[in-house]
């Protein structure tokens, strides 16, 4: 199947949205390794111009360690003639028709040559402001498609959304798309803006392709690179790994969480080989209109309760250091099941304490510092952080995936 896949990808001319980011980058680094004779890419990044557009792909992209193999096995004049032949920096906001590209040889360009459009852009803040969740999640998804549309020699629309739009059901989910009449948040379950306004994005798109076709992939919590082009990349803390090195800071003492709870996590090298494969698969297939799952949780699960034995085992032989260089020491996590329970552990070990520290403060105001007010704050954080992960944490769903990448 890579071999196909590779074939596939031999003269294609490929647009990507949000090319700066985790996934599109793995995902572009991996064309250019395995198909250097790819066509061109054309890689959509928010700046004010094509130079700063430019200027955002050299240094948050190609000049990051994930590009090292690329780098060492061809040499650094070698790629950077790679990079100038077949990389067109565009510099546009999918929340715009057109990508607010004004250039119109650019956009002539780019509606003549391209193959396969790929939309990876997404803000993927819990708790994003409604009008910006809209913008780019479920209306950028359609100006996504509209402009897909007008690519004369496009054969699909390859859309990244996530698992986790099925809201909060429980037991097994299968890859089905989304009809407009289920727009329901009530219904469904939403917990948050992102995904609330990711699966009206493919609402939208499912609504709209007509005969386009369309592929969306939904991964689950996206962790660091199984094997390619290295074992272990990753940029930044993501989704569960916080919580990890927060408990080997020494910081996390307790937790709302099911120890019997699925974590679905997937290496990001085989999300992108996934949609890879997809676009292999389907391009060109009239009124395609596939869902992938791309997971772990129902082929091969990994429970919370054993991530942190897993973690505990780790952090013993391998502790990480203070600021004042001593080791720390990891001791286990009190896990609470509910948040009801979660909410009373709060009050009793920190609200109530808290409360003595304000009267403190008002019998003695000489005292340095608004201590009352920094730990107030410090709880207010941890308990909207606890609302925002709670469906999450204590997920109940198993992602049913039809095709094992």
Request: hydrophobic residues 40%; charged residues 20%.
């Amino acid at each position: 199947m890579e071999f196909n896949c590779v074939q596939f990808l031999q003269n294609k001319t490929i647009l990507v949205t949000g090319a700066t980011g985790f996934l599109a980058k793995v995902f572009v680094e991996k064309i250019l390794r395995v198909q250097p004779n790819v066509k061109k890419l054309y890689l959509v990044v928010r700046a004010s111009n094509n130079e700063a557009a430019t200027k955002r792909l050299r240094t948050e992209v190609f000049e990051k360690s994930l590009f090292k193999e690329l780098r060492e096995n061809l040499g650094d004049e070698i790629l950077n003639t790679l990079l100038s032949e077949k990389v067109v920096p565009v510099a546009g906001d999918i929340s715009l028709d057109n990508f607010g590209v004004k250039d119109s040889n650019l956009r002539e360009h780019m509606k003549n040559e391209i193959d396969i459009v790929v939309n990876v852009a997404a803000t993927t803040n819990f708790d994003e402001r409604y009008d910006v969740g809209l913008g780019i999640n479920t209306f950028g998804a359609l100006n996504v498609l509209n402009f897909a549309k007008r690519c004369v020699k496009a054969q699909l629309l390859l859309h990244v959304s996530t698992a986790y739009v099925c809201g909060e059901n429980s037991g097994l989910l299968p890859e089905k798309s989304f009809a407009m009449e289920d727009s329901s948040a009530k219904l469904h379950g939403w917990p948050n803006t992102y995904v609330f306004t990711k699966s009206m994005g493919e609402m939208l798109l499912g609504n709209h392709k007509e005969t386009f076709p369309l592929v969306i992939i939904r991964p689950t919590m996206i962790t660091s690179t199984l094997s390619e082009p290295f074992p272990g990349w990753i940029e930044g803390l993501r989704t569960v790994d916080s919580v990890i090195i927060a408990y080997g800071k020494g910081v996390l003492k307790c937790f709302l969480v099911d120890v019997n709870s699925v974590c679905d996590m997937i290496p990001v090298d085989m999300v992108a080989n996934a949609m890879i494969t997809a676009a292999a698969t389907h391009a060109g297939g009239s009124g395609v209109h596939m869902v992938y799952h791309v997971g772990s949780s129902n082929q091969n699960p990994v429970t919370i309760g054993e991530i942190h034995e897993i973690s505990v085992r780790y952090f013993t032989k391998n502790p990480l250091r203070s600021r004042n260089g001593s080791l720390i020491t990891v001791s286990k996590v009190r896990f609470i099941s509910t948040m009801a329970m979660f909410s009373l552990y709060m009050t009793l070990r920190y609200k109530l304490p808290l409360q003595l520290l304000r009267l403190i403060d008002i019998i003695s105001p000489w005292r340095n510092g608004d201590i009352y007010g920094d730990k107030n704050h410090k709880i207010k954080l941890v308990m909207r952080l606890v609302e925002l992960y709670e469906p999450y944490v204590l997920f109940k769903g198993m992602y049913v995936s039809a095709s094992n990448y």
